[in-house]
């Protein structure tokens, strides 16, 4: 692009002082011109690429490019005014207040090349932010299939069934019957609102409780939970059906494992510009759980947290002596235009 750029520009210069050929003080002047401001253009990108990579706020960019404009622009002058008397054969002697005068030539088409250098970079910057939404809408829509899966494998809904049943059997039809509405409000959940991608960590929390509630029926008291999310994170927007996969595992390969049972810990917290969630659960043997923890729960998670926020986002698996298991999901809390949409179409139903 930068050699037919400056291809063009020196096709339309040529062409333009096409009866002028003969003059060569013309010629000389013109091609000095386009030979400096080509050199000068490379100058120009190393400072635009450093000025885009660094992410100077739009002010400071503009500042920083008229100024450099400016100087290679008065540099541009000073050559091409030279090389008019060196090789055009010119009687003028070299001035360099004639060289300022000319400045403003090359300055505006340097900073017409730092526009349209901006320009490129920003159209990248948006088709790549475009891939990554529909990258993001599709893992979306496969994360509420695995949800729904998920939530409906047998051994789980067997299970659930059984405890529904021993409730009947033993004589407790109303914990029966607010443990088939548990159900179903979990199920709701996971079939409400297709085209929401992206809730508060409140809502996504909800999911999270309804599910635990079924749980503990099986469990009763085997099954110990604790939330700790202090209410300035809960309004957050987090991916939908983020943790229930988490939740799952740890319940599955863990504290379905231990015959005194076990706790859940879930915590939230800011860090930094990021939001940080931790699920923490009691497992019985370490070493068996990390064989398991490239397992479709953690390996899913791991890749909607990749494709919706890339390098900004991370899942992270860690133990700790006291066998305890902990998945950290880092999720950056700059909302995207798509994060916004979504919470709007949350905050109105």
């Known amino acids: 692009m930068q050699a037919s750029g400056w291809l063009l520009y020196a096709i339309a210069i040529a062409t333009l002082n096409l009866p002028l050929r003969h003059d060569k003080e013309v010629v000389a002047f013109r091609t000095a011109f386009l030979l400096s401001a080509f050199a000068a253009s490379f100058l120009m990108y190393l400072l635009c690429r450093l000025l885009w990579r660094n992410g100077v706020d739009l002010f400071r960019s503009i500042a920083a490019c008229i100024f450099a404009c400016s100087v290679l622009g008065f540099v541009c002058s000073a050559v091409s005014a030279w090389s008019e008397i060196r090789f055009g054969g010119s009687t003028f002697q070299f001035r360099w207040a004639s060289a300022l005068s000319g400045t403003t030539g090359g300055a505006f088409v ?133 943790l229930q996969p988490l939740v799952e595992n740890a319940i599955r390969h863990g504290i379905s494992h231990l015959p005194a049972g076990g706790s859940i810990h879930f915590a939230a917290a800011k860090a930094g510009d990021n939001l940080e969630l931790c699920i923490q659960n009691d497992v019985d043997d370490l070493h068996a759980i990390d064989k398991k923890s490239s397992g479709l729960g ?45 919470s709007q179409s949350v905050v109105g139903r």
């Open 110 to 242: 340097l900073i017409a090349w730092s526009a349209i250098y901006f320009g490129v970079k920003q159209y990248e910057a948006l088709e790549e932010e475009r891939r990554r939404l529909r990258v993001s809408e599709a893992s979306a829509r496969d994360a509420q299939l695995l949800a729904l899966r998920y939530q409906l494998q047998p051994h789980f809904l067997f299970n659930t069934l059984n405890a529904i049943s021993a409730l009947v059997v033993g004589n407790h039809p109303e914990l029966a019957t607010q443990t088939i509405s548990r159900l179903a409000d979990l199920l709701r959940s996971t079939l409400d609102e297709p085209d929401v991608h992206f809730v508060s960590l409140a809502e996504e929390l909800v999911v999270v409780k309804e599910y635990l509630s079924i749980e503990e029926v099986r469990f009763g008291s085997r099954l110990r939970v604790a939330f700790q999310t202090p209410p300035e994170t809960l309004t957050i927007n987090v991916p939908r059906f983020i």
């Open 298 to 342: 953690l390996a899913n998670t791991r890749k909607r947290v990749e494709q919706i926020y890339g390098a900004r986002g991370a899942l992270n698996v860690s133990e700790r002596r006291d066998k305890a298991f902990v998945v950290t999901i880092v999720i950056p809390m700059v909302a995207t235009d798509r994060e916004s949409r979504a």
